[in-house]
């Protein structure tokens, strides 16, 4: 992968968010949970939503980098199969104690997961991506009041196999792995204000990129870097 020329946000994972993000999302897909019942019995396969935090980093070149250095499972949402309701109380809550206690770290936005019963199904329509009631759900100023800046998604389906297809990009700003019978996509998005709306970057946004070096390596400079360029050896 290299970088766009129109780039200008850079969505960066840490090790640590992924690890949270890849807990959170299997366990709300693997495990049946007992308050959630289909015809009286508990299911699984359903949705999870959290916050995210992190840095916001202007780099010189003015491009913007949201690190996600925590990804916290918000445990009053409101879980179902298809949707789920975030819980507004509790993110205004984490905000402020956030602010208060650890004022390195910054509100960056949330994640939801994407359960598909397989890889088929994810991939006919990219699934992967956010859905329309996705990006409507951002029209609303809380969101901008508290300084929401990135959305994750991550989709989940079982394979029949386990797997071990290399972790790659799938576009600029999703990222897709594979672990043991499960394959999961990772897609980063933006939020911009837009005349007077806020909204979501676009799918396969160009301007976006999503950088998980956990599972990608780590594949470009943020600046340039080297001691000799041009033959010529640079002082240092
Ligand atoms: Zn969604």
Redesign the pocket.
């Known amino acids: 992968m290299t970088s766009s020329d129109c780039r200008k946000y850079i969505v960066r994972v840490s090790e640590n968010a992924l690890i949270s993000l890849v807990l959170s999302s299997l366990e709300a897909y693997s495990v049946k949970k007992k308050d959630i019942k289909e015809k009286g019995r508990p299911k699984s396969r359903i949705?999870v939503y959290g916050s995210l935090f992190g840095h916001e980093i202007i780099m010189k070149n003015k491009e913007v980098i949201y690190q996600i250095e925590m990804a916290h499972t918000d445990t009053t949402a409101e879980q179902r199969r298809s949707?789920i309701d975030e819980n507004k109380e509790a993110i205004s809550l984490k905000v402020d104690v956030i602010t208060s206690f650890w004022p390195h770290l910054k509100y960056l936005g949330d994640f939801?997961s994407?359960p598909f019963k397989n890889t088929r199904e994810v991939l006919a329509n990219k699934m992967y991506y956010?859905?329309e009631?996705?990006r409507e759900w951002l029209n609303d100023i809380f969101w901008k009041q508290k300084g929401y800046r990135v959305g994750l998604?991550v989709t989940i389906a079982a394979m029949e196999k386990a797997g071990r297809k290399d972790c790659n990009w799938v576009a600029n700003n999703c990222v897709e792995a594979t672990m043991g019978n499960y394959r999961m996509w990772l897609a980063a998005y933006c939020a911009y204000s837009a005349r007077d709306k806020y909204i979501y970057t676009k799918d396969n946004d160009e301007c976006i990129v999503l950088d998980c070096p956990s599972l990608t390596g780590l594949r470009w400079e943020y600046e340039d870097f080297g001691r000799f360029k041009n033959g010529k050896h640079m002082p240092t």
């Open positions: 949705e949707s939801h994407h956010m859905s009631n996705d998604v």
